[in-house]
């Protein structure tokens, strides 16, 4: 599954008050959290890593999997 | 190699700091229980934030509420500076008293302009960079190399995460059209780049006088082709090979880290198509497992050995 991605618009009056790459910023929308896949929250401490790894569905998914060739 | 740690993560909740004793030399925090006496490590590495405001801060939401009259985020940033000066020391402290330190906590920023500034002093290539701030020099500048010229952040990119939306910004190229259609007259001064016609890049994690180096194989795909991270539909990974940066361009890097007094940390190259080694910057808090990875180097093992090797 891809991501569509938009580019951010700056209004034109805002332009000369942000570096270049702002006129180049790309955004998503998040994907949903499905409701039905209910990975409960949970912390677990990691003898190996010595540290407490927390397992946390977010509100929102982020997904790497971005299509950069088709920009809107 | 049987060695116990103890590992520090950025904003982790189930850590607080009990006390600070300069005299009886005692920086105690707790965890899950358990006090530890971080003066007691001999060894430390240091990589990204460690302790962080959240991790002194008890309930943050509490500062966006005003406190004094007529101002509403005074005490917001002067409880953060207060909180940022005990986190600058707690690891000047750690890494005073420790035997063995790789990487600091006061190199975690780098400033782009200044690497460039000393990679150019010391005989590195360097792209052709500047800094303007209107469209008359940005056309010049198109003009001057031939629609070759991208731009990028002085500082850090885009990388922003709301509620129900991810923000990203990467490298740009620039091109006449583009400068005439969508560009202001003048804008903040940004940084723009004399774009490298690339073979291939180079990632290059540098550890205590030695390089662990990888090519990443990234112009066939027009997508990669100015900012590999922007990956395109056809292909999810570019090819990343093992590779060793010739012996000048090695012993240039090498002092430019000595300069910076830097003893860990990653650089980045563009070969370009006459085969020279463009240097383009250091990350001094590099993640080196996307070198160590592909290339089967096991960064994270020699790292390990020379923490315990005191």
Known sequence: ?72 | MEKSFLRINKNERSMSLQHIDLKKKELVVKRNGQTYNLLDFNAVLERRSGFTVQDLVNDSQVLEESLFHEETSYHKEHVLKEANELIDFIHYYIENTSVKVIGKYEHRKLNKLKVLYLATSLGLSVPETFVVSTKADLIRLTKEYCNNIITKAISDGVYLFTNLHGYYSYTERLTLDTITSKLSTSFFPSLIQKEVKKLYEVRSFYLEGAFYSMAIFSQSDKATQTDYRKQGKAKLASRMVPYQLPDATSALLTKLFQVLNLTTGSADFMVDEKGEHVFLEINPVGQFSMTSIPCNYQIEKIIAEKLSCI
């Open chain 1, 1 to 72: 599954m891809y991501i569509d991605l938009k580019e951010l618009a700056l209004r034109e009056a805002a332009k000369m008050h942000y570096p270049l790459f702002y006129n180049f910023i790309i955004y998503n929308e998040l994907l949903e959290k499905d409701e039905n896949y209910s990975l409960t929250d949970f912390k677990k401490f990691n003898e190996r890593l010595d540290c407490d790894i927390e397992y946390q569905q977010p509100s929102k998914l982020i997904s790497k999997i971005i299509n950069f060739n088709e920009i809107d």
